[in-house]
Structure formats: C-alpha cells, structure tokens
C-alpha cells in the first residue's frame, strides 16, 4: 500500500445511524475504538451491492491496518494487539435505546478471524448492529477516520462523535448524570466535577480542537452551588483549517512509523 493509498484511506468516512451515536452506551477502550471505526470505514455503500445485501465479513491486513492508524508495524507486537483488540469486541456490545423505551444489547462483533503467517485479519459484524451501519441516508453521523486517529483518550473519540453528531445545531446540553452514562463513567469514578472537567470534558476538548474539523467549547451550569449541566458549544472548521490540521495529522501518524 503506497502513501497515496494511505492518505486516501484515512479520508474515508465513517457513517453510523444517530441512535448508535447519540443514544446508546458503551465501553470500547482507545483503541476498540480506532479499530472499529476503521473498520466502518471499510464499509462500502448500498450502491455498490445493487442486487446483494452489504456484507457482513470485513477483511483487512494487519499491516496495512497499522500503517493508516499510524501504528509502528515493524514492532513485531501488532499481530497479538489486533487479535486480542478483534476478541474483546467481540465481547463487547452496545446498550441500545428502542423506539418504544425497550433496552437492548447488541454486540460490535460476533467473529472474527485471523491469520499470522499470511498477516491478514477479518470480522463478522453482528446482524443486529447492521441497521446503524449498513445502507444508512438519513439520520446519519458522519466524519472522517483521520479526526479520531491521533487521539488518546477513549473519551476525546466518544465526545467528538457526540459533538459530531449535533453539529447541525451547533449547541447540545447534556445533565452531568447523562453525560457520565453515555460515556460510561462508573459511579464512583470522576464524582468531583474538576476531575471530570480536567480528566474528561478538558482533555476532549483539547484534542478535538487540536486534531478534528470541529472546534467546542463548553459551559458548565450551575444549580446553586452544583454543576447539573454542561452546555456544549460546537463550530466548524473553514475549509483552510481542516486543510492544515489534516496535513499536520498525516505528517504525525507517519513519524510515528520510523
């Protein structure tokens, strides 16, 4: 895979339904993250299977995997990290909301495949997770894989992808306790708000505004003496901006190659 083929690759979007990014929760660390949004990425549209259903089964090297995401492929370490990364999503799911109130799990994936010698890996999407990622028009959140590739904190990726998904209207308020679900924030962790904002809302919008095509801010608000809620505000980036951090990113990820 040239560097052309590389760029080209990192620029591919990911698109999900709204009600897996808005709606659902979930605990996938930094790099389940990475790794299953570079895997929708591989997912081609509707239109390119007129007369077949997409496909479940996504295959991918190892080392063409690493090179996008900016990973040392030369460490000799790689293949165990994807492995054991394509495992644990296989044990891991997302908690969905129904329309009629009904709370359901849907696990990522329910298979995978992999083969050392040859360098190769593949999974099989769950069918109960093809509706938010498969043949998807409306109700969409979308962006693309480069913004989440530089990050490194799992909740800088969720944050953006939920700022992502509002940025159309530019302002979402979220409660704290509503906020700390969706990011699955265990209850007795982060419980004093400096934390989480230093830790948590802080760090995301740091990187977001560092490495992405947004740029948020938020403001907490105040119940008397308590921060209930926290008001996020969300930009996009002018074309010129998106342009230099894009090229500052790939420039980046291919350092940390050599």
């Known amino acids: 895979m040239d560097k052309i083929e590389i760029l080209e690759a990192r620029e591919q979007k990911v698109v999900k339904h709204n009600e897996l990014v808005q709606k659902s929760r979930f605990s996938l660390s930094l790099v389940e993250q990475k790794t299953i949004n570079f895997i929708i990425s591989l997912v081609k549209p509707k239109e390119e299977y007129p007369d077949r259903k997409q496909p479940l089964e996504y295959e991918f090297k190892i080392q063409t995997y690493c090179k996008i995401c900016g990973i040392d492929y030369k460490a000799g370490k790689n293949y165990k990290m994807v492995r054991e990364t394509l495992r644990e999503l296989c044990r891991k799911d997302a908690i969905m909301m129904l329309p009629d109130g009904t709370e359901t799990r849907v696990t990522w994936v329910n298979k995978f495949w992999s083969n ?129 951090i894009e090229w500052k990113i790939n420039e980046a990820l291919d350092l940390e190659q050599k």
Request: some cysteine; charged content about 35%.
């Open 116 to 244: 050392k010698g040859k360098g190769w890996a593949k999974i099989r999407f769950d069918e109960d997770m093809a509706p938010y990622i498969f043949d998807l028009y409306d109700n969409t959140t979308r962006f693309v894989l480069l913004n989440i590739l530089p990050m490194k904190s799992k909740y800088s990726v969720r944050i953006y992808e939920l700022c992502r998904s509002w940025a159309g209207i530019k302002r979402k308020t979220y409660k704290i306790d509503e906020l700390r679900k969706l990011l699955m924030i265990e209850d007795g962790e982060l419980t004093n708000f400096k934390d989480f904002r230093r830790r948590v809302l802080e760090k995301a919008m740091e990187e977001i505004n560092n490495n992405t095509d947004l740029n948020i801010n938020f403001e907490p608000i105040k119940k008397g003496r308590k921060v209930v809620q926290v008001c996020l505000s969300i930009k996009e980036k002018s074309s010129i901006e998106k342009s230099m």
